[in-house]
């Protein structure tokens, strides 16, 4: 079992940054895929970046460019930095873990409960 706990998440101004972090209880956390989804209101929950256990990387396109998805094996820790952030990009922040990786949240067999980031205009 898998423990995720995500932290960043708040209120920033559209074009504003922040920094998603999420802390892993896996004693096997370097071989564990890494991924972000988000949720908005009303709308499924999308794939927002991924990083495999080798440090591979992939992301949606709409965040291509502006978003960085980053992981800490020794400190059992994922990262997403996010920057240029949009006021569509509201969603509540959920970090995920599997074997696989990639877009599919099928994919990933733990889930945190998630982090709220509002972009305001």
């Known amino acids: 079992q898998v423990q995720l706990v995500e932290s960043g998440g708040g209120l920033v101004q559209a074009g504003g940054s922040l920094r998603l972090s999420c802390a892993a209880s896996a004693r096997t956390f370097g071989s564990y895929a890494m991924g972000w989804f988000r949720q908005a209101p009303g709308k499924e929950r999308e794939f927002v970046a991924g990083?495999?256990?080798?440090?591979?990387?992939n992301y949606a396109d709409s965040v291509m460019g502006r978003f960085t998805i980053s992981r800490d094996n020794y400190k059992n820790a994922v990262y997403l930095q996010m920057n240029s952030l949009k006021p569509e990009e509201t969603a509540v922040y959920y970090c995920?873990?599997?074997?696989?990786?990639?877009?599919?949240?099928?994919?990933?067999?733990?889930w945190g409960q998630g982090t709220q980031v509002t972009v305001s205009t």
């Open positions: 990083i495999r256990s080798g440090g591979s990387t």
């Open positions: 995920a873990a599997g074997f696989f990786g990639g877009s599919g949240s099928a994919n990933y067999l733990y």
